[in-house]
């Protein structure tokens, strides 16, 4: 006959739970670090967004010249980069090239040289653009050396313009449509000036205003 063991113990009334299993203990963890990854992604990628979006809609936006309008100094397919926060700043100059909403359908984006600015009076006769301010109240003959030679500006006018208005024309003056066609450039519509040319690779490099 087998003697009691007052130290035994039955297994089978043992009521302390079973270690979970290992493989579950990994589930949890591996559950929690990809948790706190995608946490970490997230405020990567929200971060990046805080960074991005205000460069995109106030300081700079890529720009694709669609149309001859603007040749031979711009053409179809060109990448541009255009600046925005400098008008925060400043005024436009003449000679600058500017991108705007085309007034008539502000779905639309143009792109053109600044000619005229307000206050001043343009005038258009024999094929030369002249400009009539308080700096120069008899007017002066704009010396337009980024239009190929003997390429006249038509068609003889006379427009005045006021506080924020601006007059723009195109750089192919036989092909485009302008000022001259559809009237003055209100400031509200002008989104940036041409700071960036990126492609084609060729072309890469700082678009520069002409001294007018």
């Known amino acids: ?23 579950e203990i990994s589930s949890v963890s591996f559950s929690k670090r990809a948790a706190s990854e995608t946490w970490e992604l997230a405020k990567i990628v929200i971060g990046s967004l805080l960074i991005v979006l205000p460069i995109r809609l106030f300081i700079a936006q890529p720009f694709i010249v669609r149309g001859a309008s603007m040749e031979p100094n711009f053409h179809e397919g060109q990448y541009l980069i255009i600046d925005e926060a400098s008008y925060y700043l400043r005024e436009p100059q003449r000679g600058e090239v500017v991108v705007f909403r085309y007034p008539q359908d502000t779905s639309q984006f143009f792109i053109k040289r600044v000619i005229g600015l307000p206050g001043e009076e343009v005038e258009i006769a024999g094929g030369k653009v002249k400009i009539i301010n308080d700096e120069h109240p008899v007017g002066f003959v704009l010396e337009e050396k980024y239009l190929p030679k003997n390429i006249a500006t038509t068609p003889d006018q006379q427009v005045f313009l006021g506080t924020e208005e601006y007059f723009v024309m195109g750089d192919n003056r036989v092909f485009s449509s302008d000022s001259r066609r559809w009237g003055t450039l209100e400031e509200k519509y002008l989104i940036g000036r041409a700071l960036v040319r990126l492609w084609p690779l060729a072309d890469i490099g700082v678009v520069k205003k002409p001294n007018l």
């Not at 007052?6 to 290992?22: A, C, G, H, I, M």
């Open 1 to 23: 006959m087998k003697e009691f063991d007052p130290n035994y113990v039955d297994s089978s009334l043992n009521t302390r739970q079973p270690e979970p299993p290992k493989e």
